[in-house]
């Protein structure tokens, strides 16, 4: 334990208020004291430097530095009921649910209008939304931005059915599928029922994010290339300088 930390205060102490580092950084750094280090021994240092979370792997050959840790969403029990439901209706179904109001942790200001996504794969997004509606109240079908902004407020905590993107970055607990961070950003940054979060309050959550939570920046960019925003976001990211604070 007193060998982690002494490393974790060097690497800090070496790249400063850095928390993004690249392979060749960490080369350059074990270099300093060992010049003729063999490349072999930096790769296994780094491995153990990751195994000991002093180092977490954020992208291919890109590491992060700092106490930033995994997300683990905390979903209210209407998105547990869901989830369950479909799980137990649709066994071998792809799907995602999760609430708005888990942007609460990042955002500048509390959603007045939590609302519900369900991403279902796309052949049986009309079997599940009928089921759905069947067993719960509030539920849409892939509703029109107008319908979203003027209908929705008047429900409490309503459902929204959308298709799931193939090759979404998900996550699972206790057999459930959980929304990964990365989902999470490429979805606000890309998608309709996001288009509230405008100027300051979505750059909040992505600076907020960022700063607490570990962000695969490849998991990233693979799902929101996807949605055919890959250029759009890597941009928005670089130029906010989120990635290298």
Known sequence: MVKREKDKIALKEYF????????DDLRAYFKINDPEIPDATIRWRVHDFVRSSILHRVGRGLFQLGDAKQYHPELSSRSKK??????????DVSFCAWNSDLLNEFAQHLSAYPFVLVDVERDVTE???????????????????????????????PIIVRYLTTESPLNEEKGLPLISIEKMLVDIFCDPEFTFLAGSELRSIFGNVFKKYIVNENRLLRYADRKGRKQDISKYIYDSKFLRQ
Do not use: A, H
């Open 16 to 23: 400063g208020n850095r928390s993004e580092l690249s392979l």
């Open 82 to 91: 869901i989830s369950t439901f479909i799980r137990k209706n649709f066994p």
């Open 127 to 157: 079997s599940v939304y009928y089921q759905l509606k069947n067993n719960f109240s509030g539920v849409f079908l892939r509703p029109s931005e107008m319908l979203i902004n003027d209908l929705l407020p008047d429900f409490r905590s």
